[in-house]
């Protein structure tokens, strides 16, 4: 059989993976630039096929607080919106922590601050990466490159939810979610059982079964000696994330003298700007985190020892740079080029803004 | 010797309910929510429900609810208990799924989730509880609290000019489509326990029978917070409260 190969926007792409991957609830509210995603799930219907539920709810604090009641039951939940939506559902990301719920929560970012723009923007890592929601807590982030994977990353995302008990999110960006690229869709899974559902998910609330204790799904503990231990617990499961589940993409770093550090879009920005600076001899590679937290914080360190500087590329005022910079020590120079409010820089731009920063030609 | 030792079964008039659990409760003696929480425990045993419940605890004094009752619970963000019902009730169709929820948690922040919830007509419970006050966080003015009634943060008494009126939202709920039980109750007196049990019952079966939304409101006393004894505090219910939220059925169909 040949491999199926579709032609379509990053944001149709999670919402055909969804329906394959077996997810049981989508809850989400129309925002530009994602709002392809629920409406290629009303167009698929797949209620009638899978029997996934997909509702448009009232609010994006409606639709967080949906994922968090269907999570609780052990369903594969999601939600999606792009990014003052996602400010909105800060509350419910934070309770889905503290009840260590997994769950797949998609931003694909537009510019802010406020209502903004509806043109693509990475300036949502700082809210994504160290908290957002109050609390001390930390959300496994997904950053796609490429609309195949944006359909990959809804598996991905839902299997370390659930691995850890802990909210995913796919911080995508208006580019990628509005592009069309080929796809290459997962094959179906059909949905899983109550019965699968309670072994795989013994903590989940299903109703309860004779001889066992009642279920409770909470994020709620007023016992400071307690609520310590949960949330030692929740630190130690960010620890083994940390070391265990780190991804991240290189690109001709072997030779590499200058590194740029992009994710997302900006680091397919960055592959012209490789090929076009090695054309003038200048040896540059690409290193993409691909989770952004747990953040590739080893590799780059070791990079340190081989490269003369970095260079980070975002959609943003600075902020991923800073966690590279935490990782290198100090070792080398870090800089940071990006640009703001919806524009996306040209591989020009980021040549020059490699020669002016790293070696101020 | 053990008080069961003494008490033969056919002189027994009262036992705890099988699906209470002995917690000890951390409501104010006098408060409602003890009686009410018996009630549901009541209505879910009778109706065979227990391995088929799903409760949604709200914040505010029930926000340990799902302390009390062996049931499986899940406890909401502050208003949040409609939108986890509807996700609940929708993933899994054929589970009793009840929402517990105080006068602020329901009619103040989370507004939106129960209009909109009931609405599309969620198959599912609502237990309203409205005591006209925050009793939680000390005794701070509610949407339902009423006029010139002083709270902590109405020390001369509700200015409905500058602090708006008691929200009667339980005739707002009725207005709509998706409800098809909105009732006011209290639970002050035996009877009033009795005819709560009635109508907890029938929203519970209405749930099942998948008719749309049930809210039972039940208008009770806060006397901690109203800072009166507990017979004072039903007097003044009666007095006070009724008048603005008459019991009764605004729709039963």
Known sequence: ?361 | MNPSDIVSPENLVYRKPELMNDNHMHYCPGCSHGVVHKVIAEVIKELGLQEKCIGVAPVGCAVFAYKYLDIDWQEAAHGRAPALATAIKRLLPDRMVFTYQGDGDLAAIGTAETIHAANRGENIAIIFINNAIYGMTGGQMAPTTLSKMVTSTSPDGRDVQTMGGPLKILDMLALLDGVCLATRVSVHTAAAVKKTRRMVKLAFENAMAGKGTSIVEVVSTCNAGWKMTPAAANDWMVENMFPVYPIGDLKNI
């Open chain 1, 1 to 361: 059989m040949s491999e199926e190969i579709s032609l379509m926007k990053g944001n149709e792409a999670i919402a055909h993976a969804a329906i394959r991957y077996g997810v049981d609830g989508y809850f989400g509210y129309p925002i530009t630039p994602q709002s392809e995603i629920i409406e290629t799930l009303m167009e698929e219907a797949p209620w009638k096929t899978t029997g996934m539920v997909v509702l448009q709810a009232e609010s994006e604090v409606a639709a967080i607080n949906m994922v968090y009641g269907g999570a609780a039951c052990g369903k594969y939940s999601m939600t999606t919106s792009s990014s003052p939506g996602i400010s909105l559902k800060q509350e419910g990301i934070s309770y889905m922590a503290g009840a260590e719920l997994p769950c797949l929560i998609v931003n694909v970012q537009r510019g802010g601050p406020g209502l903004g723009t509806i043109q693509p923007s990475q300036a949502d890592y700082f809210q994504t990466v160290k908290g957002g929601g109050h609390g001390d807590y930390k959300l496994i982030t997904l950053a796609p490159n490429s609309v195949q994977e944006m359909a990959d990353f809804v598996a991905l995302g839902f299997e370390l939810a659930f691995k850890y008990r802990n909210p995913a999110m796919i911080l995508t960006d208006g580019v990628i979610g509005q592009m069309m690229e080929k796809v290459k869709l997962p094959e179906f899974r059909r949905r899983r059982t109550n019965e699968e559902v309670r072994a795989q998910c013994p903590w989940a609330t299903l109703g309860k079964i004779p001889g066992r204790e009642p279920n409770i799904i909470t994020s709620l503990e007023l016992d400071s000696a307690l609520m310590e231990k949960n949330n030692e617990r929740f630190q130690a499961k960010y620890r083994v994330l940390e070391e265990k589940e780190v991804l991240y993409e290189e690109t001709q770093c072997d030779d590499a003298d200058y590194l740029l550090v992009a994710f997302g879009s900006a680091a397919r920005i960055c592959l012209k700007t490789i090929e076009m600076a090695r054309e003038e001899g200048i040896k540059v590679g690409l290193l993409r985190p691909i989770t952004l937290w747990p953040f590739p914080t080893k590799v780059l360190n070791r990079y340190a020892d081989k490269v003369k500087g970095m260079l980070t590329v975002e959609l943003n005022a600075g902020q991923m740079v800073e966690d590279v910079r935490l990782a290198v020590e100090g070792k080398i120079p870090v800089k940071h080029y990006g640009r703001l409010g919806g524009i996306v820089p040209t591989p020009d731009n980021v040549l020059d803004a490699l020669k002016e920063k790293c070696f101020h030609r």
